[in-house]
């Protein structure tokens, strides 16, 4: 169960210090809501932003969970940190805490590992689960005792993993992934007092290729598009064909394109467009994002409503679509691509979302209207277009009005 402090004559002096921090942090920390001893706070993080923790007692320890930061008149952020904070809260009362807690009652580092994993949300714990299973796949299927995490076998992780690499059984990044999470791993164990040593500095990243960015021009693009799709067997090559293009055009992602649904579809004096949550900021506290629609899609989106036989306002624009795990979606395009005369290299559905971010390049936009339009947090994500932009410094160095007339 949670515990309340308890004050005594011992802890009397750490009270009044406590009082005093409460009382000068008054302006800062926000109390959001409490529960049962623990309390859920905000604070002001600048640029009106708040970050959300909670802080309860266990045994007379104070124990703090940071949740997340996001904007402070996000509402929908405040309820799920509210949420959070109950589900904390219950969790707590049956013995699950946070990682520091979990490192404390744990001696076999994979015990620990896999205790920390239940404490990650579905799409994090799979990369925790890969590097799990890497860890023991170069340690053994044996205990290893927090004890014996010296320097030199963190030394020996990253000798396998390099050793990994160069066969080509992992990719650079893949390994990076790996040496990612033992370092986190090693943090929260350090932080709690389980190891005396950090050793997590010591080990260096592997360096990365950059990845080559397949997308079509503005060119290729408009050949795509006015190419009548391939008919594909069991399902309607017009609803991939419209949810390719819609992908194209407006550069949302592939697992936010399929969630969309007929009613978030709207129209202004602007024009048509669509409001949603990224899905990948989700967690950041970002607000909705609304991208509009070119006439052209609006086009082929009609059509795609009057073909469906189950359509409904409430039901999603693309129902019946492949699989995310299967290659169908890939091989489709690669195909519409070869029937529009169009030869490039791995080409596959997130090169659309690439695309569009070319096409706005191509007609003059800057990088921060990309960035607003493609949903990045920030313009570092949109950096790896650069190369586009060289086309543009050079045209805007020829438009200067420099007419110098002879002395």
């Known amino acids: 169960m949670l515990e309340t402090p308890q004050k005594t004559p011992q802890n009397a002096t750490i009270e009044a210090k406590r009082h005093k921090n409460a009382t000068r942090n008054a302006t800062s920390y926000r109390v959001i809501q409490k529960l049962k001893g623990a309390t859920l706070y905000a604070r002001p993080s600048g640029k009106g932003r708040v970050s959300y923790s909670v802080t309860l007692y266990k045994e007379g320890k104070r124990v703090r969970n940071a949740l997340f930061a996001a904007n402070e008149s996000d509402a929908q952020a405040r309820r799920r940190a509210i949420e959070a904070f109950k589900q904390i809260v219950a969790e707590f009362e049956k013995g699950i805490v946070n990682e520091s807690t979990i490192a404390a009652s744990s001696t076999n580092f994979f015990d620990f590992f896999e205790q920390l994993i239940a404490t990650k949300r579905p799409n994090t714990a799979k990369a925790w689960r890969t590097a799990l299973y890497h860890l023991k796949k170069w340690y053994g299927d044996k205990p290893l005792p927090l004890k014996e995490i010296t320097r030199p076998l963190c030394f020996s992780l990253r000798s396998y993993l390099e050793q990994c690499v160069v066969r080509g ?76 293009a819609l992908i194209a055009t407006t550069g949302i992602r592939p697992v936010d394109a399929r969630r969309l649904c007929w009613r978030q579809i709207c129209e202004s004096e602007l024009g048509c467009y669509i409001d949603f949550v990224v899905s990948k900021t989700r967690g950041k506290g970002v607000s909705q994002h609304r991208v509009y629609l070119h006439p052209h899609l609006v086009f082929l989106l009609k059509a795609h409503k009057e073909r469906q036989t189950d359509f409904s306002p409430d039901g999603k624009i693309f129902p019946h679509l492949p699989s995310e795990r299967s290659h169908t979606l890939t091989l489709f395009l690669r195909k519409w691509a070869q029937a529009a005369n169009i030869v490039k290299d791995r080409l596959h559905v997130y090169s659309l979302r690439h695309t569009c971010a070319t096409v706005l390049l191509e007609n003059g936009n800057d990088i921060y209207t990309v960035a607003n339009v493609l949903g990045h947090t920030s313009t570092q994500h949109t950096s790896r277009y650069a190369h586009l932009l060289d086309v543009q410094r050079a045209h805007a160095v020829m438009r200067l009005a420099i007419h110098p007339t002879a002395q």
């Open 169 to 244: 059984d992992l990719k650079a990044s893949s390994a990076n992934v790996v040496l990612a999470k033992f370092k986190c791993a090693l943090n929260v164990l350090y932080d709690s007092g389980m190891i005396t040593v950090n050793h997590a500095h010591a080990l260096k990243a592997f360096s990365e290729e950059k990845p080559v960015i397949s997308f079509l021009t503005t060119t290729e693009l408009n050949r795509l598009l006015a190419t009548p799709p391939p008919k594909i067997r069991g399902y309607s090559s017009h609803e991939i064909a419209t949810f390719l």
